[in-house]
């Protein structure tokens, strides 16, 4: 059985492997046989940009102040989606008023209200922030409800049964059933988070003395970098597939894969 397993996975990670070194040998190629390399760069030379932007350039210092902005962003959200989420379970009321609420936000991009945000706590980092948290929030208690409102209701009942309760019920039984429908949530938050910073830098610049890589594609883009420009698309890239392999992958095998769980 362990074999089989194995050997799926490696199935798996050989079609991922193929699939990027088709893509990479396109991408190098049709631009040159296209005559757009000036439009888009072949592959090569977009890698160039990347590495040289990044050991000897201020590629490095843009990521750090995105992850800084991103995690800040996302470490709010999921405290204020905790809170709302949990006075969502005890309050019918609280419950029916955020329903309201969620429809009208969750449908709002947030760079729609970025003119608002700015008006209100101006230019600089606050304002991303602001961003990246109204763009998480929503998913996540969309998904954390789901959650919670499908967990079979003996499944409660036989946890009170076995005299838990309050928060060691929530803990034991409610989380666990529901976290497909969190862990859900957070990867939709984490690819949101992405798409509010680098269009909300892109509308106004930099947001810091350094500015995020949102600030970094406009900067090259402005100055005909488009080598340089594609690098910084790279770098988004890059950055999402090793968090989504690494982090929530990690989580999803040690928990509801672990668990016999699907959403």
């Known amino acids: 059985m362990t074999d089989k397993v194995n050997g799926e996975k490696n199935k798996s990670r050989l079609t991922k492997i193929s699939f990027l070194l088709a893509l990479f040998l396109i991408w190098e190629f049709v631009p040159v046989w296209t005559n757009s390399a000036k439009i888009i760069p072949p592959f090569h030379k977009v890698m160039v940009a990347f590495w040289t932007n990044l050991w000897h350039g201020d590629l490095l210092q843009h990521v750090a102040y995105s992850l800084q902005l991103i995690f800040t962003g996302i470490l709010i959200g999921m405290i204020l989606a905790f809170v709302l989420t949990a006075l969502c379970i005890v309050s019918k009321r609280f419950n029916d008023i955020m329903d309201v609420v969620i429809s009208i936000m969750h ?45 079979p209701k003996i499944q409660i009942e036989l946890g009170k049964n076995l005299g838990m309760k309050g928060v060691k019920l929530i803990w034991l039984v409610m989380i666990p059933n529901a976290f497909p429908y969190i862990l859900s949530g957070i990867k939709i938050s984490w690819a949101r988070s992405w798409r509010a910073l680098v269009s909300a830098e892109m509308v106004f610049g930099a947001s810091g003395m350094v500015g995020g890589l949102g600030w970094y594609i406009y900067k090259t883009r402005f100055f005909m970098d488009v080598s340089g420009m594609f690098a910084g698309l790279i770098s988004v890239i890059i950055i999402g597939m090793l968090v989504d392999e690494f982090v929530l992958k990690s989580i999803e095998k040690n928990t509801v894969k672990k668990w016999g769980m699907s959403v």
């Open 107 to 151: 449908p709002l991009p947030g760079i729609a209200l970025l003119p608002v945000v700015m008006l209100i706590v101006g230019l600089g980092a606050k304002s991303i922030i602001i961003i990246i948290v109204h763009s998480i929030l929503w998913p996540l208690i969309v998904n954390a409800l789901a959650g919670f409102n499908s967990i």
